[in-house]
């Protein structure tokens, strides 16, 4: 029985305990990336304008209508299920790219509440690659400090992001709403299409067939799964369904309109460590502040799909806490609650890798533990990763030698699909490949470290907070977030 894992944004006993394991040597990069700074100021992009426009008037796609997409030809089309982060990201990557793509949403609408994810360096690498990095910069305030304490008011140790090898580092607490509309604005507004549920997925001679929830069937060049960590697609992409980790989570936004109360001023990324849970906090604006909760769970145990009653159940966590704890989970209401089970999955790369035109991206990739504050930023990475994999087997040009053909001969139209499929295939093996050796480690790295802190001795929890506050050194706190996932190639449109 596997032991459970905890969200933090980062676990700082994981370094002294696997300083130079093979593991730790797997998450490292090589040095010629490391060096970064933030993006040079200077005049935004066309598509910097274009996301500042949209998202500054909170605009909101108004997509395609699902029916549609029956009498539309996406032979030369990369469809993407899951309108999140990840399938958001990666379509924009896509399309950057010079790709044709269509995102599948099976909600009416992307979401405009929920809560927020931490971002580290490499996810606004990723961002100022897709030329949102700036907007959002905007709207959420850097935060450089980080305090680990303990639940009933004693600080152990509190540093600065500065401390730690490989800066600058830089970390904002981001709406996840805020994140989805910088990405869909920089998207065409026939590539979203909403109320599109996907059941299936399947491989084809030409490329991938999807079949969503109101029996529609659709073909298309291939098909990137970006639906979650229970994804309908990872299945078809030869991936074993994710495995529950012993702990739930409850993660919220709390609202303060007249600014943060002094006790929660503390501009710092804040870990309490509690008996058998624990909790963070971190600024996501002068105004909100997020948190979440972590808790044991039995794999058995009944959920609520309330709001109210996971805003009861985290105030049944953090009672008679410091650090505001209680006061921040009442202030939160209750559209920007969530709740979930804290899924993973160790896997290798499947046989039908470089086979098939079927991929996967983010948590339905490598689904991961929060203990990193990994899993929304790998996600970016993969966007990046994959649309410049693609370019390297020529799929801008062949995609549109395919739409060319589509008026063609049987044969001429047969050779061009049959040369983009195996450019698709080529391209998702080594895209795979890549994201298994970054991702692997991560992932259990982060359920180690979980592992490691959630054990529940009382001697465990002294020797861990000992070793805090007086040797713990944060000089490889973050090395895995100096990650550079690069840029994409030049279009002819720029």
Known sequence: MRVAAVPFPTCPLARPWLPRTALARHCSWPAHRRNWAPAPSGHPSAKQRRATRLCGAAAAPAGVDVSSLVDR???????????????????AALHQAGIPVLVLEREAALSTGGSALGLWT??????????VGDVLRQQHPNVQDIEL????????????????????????????SNLLAALAAILPSDSLAFGAQVTAAEPTAAGAALTLA????????????ADGARSAVAAAAGRSPANYCGQSAIRGVARFPGGLPPQLQAGCIRQVWGPAARAGLYPVSDTELY??????????????????????EALGVVQGWAWGLPEVVQATPLQDLSRSRLLDRWDRIPASSGSSSIT???????????NLGQGGCTALEDALVLARCLQQQQLP????????SSSSSGSSRGRAAAVAAAAVQSAFGQYERERMQRCLPLTIRSYVMGALLQAPLPPVALARDLFVQHAFSPAHFLDHATFDCGRLEPTRDG
Do not use: I, K, Y
């Open 214 to 225: 109101s029996g529609q069937r659709l073909e298309c060049l291939a098909v990137v799964g």
């Open 149 to 176: 304490v303990r639940h009933n008011g004693r600080q152990l140790r509190r540093f600065s992001l500065s401390e730690c090898d490989g800066g600058p580092h830089e970390f904002r607490g981001v709406r996840r």
């Open 397 to 404: 040009s062949l995609a549109a030698e395919l739409r060319d």
């Open 291 to 312: 948190w979440f909760v972590c808790f044991n769970a039995a794999a058995d145990a009944p959920t609520s799909t309330s709001p109210a009653a996971w805003q009861q």
């Open 122 to 131: 490499n996810a606004w690498r990723a961002l100022d690659a897709l030329g």
């Open 360 to 370: 996967l991206a983010g948590d339905s990739l490598h689904p991961m533990t929060p």
């Open 73 to 91: 030809n996406l032979q030369d089309t990369v469809v993407v299920t899951g309108g999140g982060p990840a399938g958001l990201a990666t379509a």
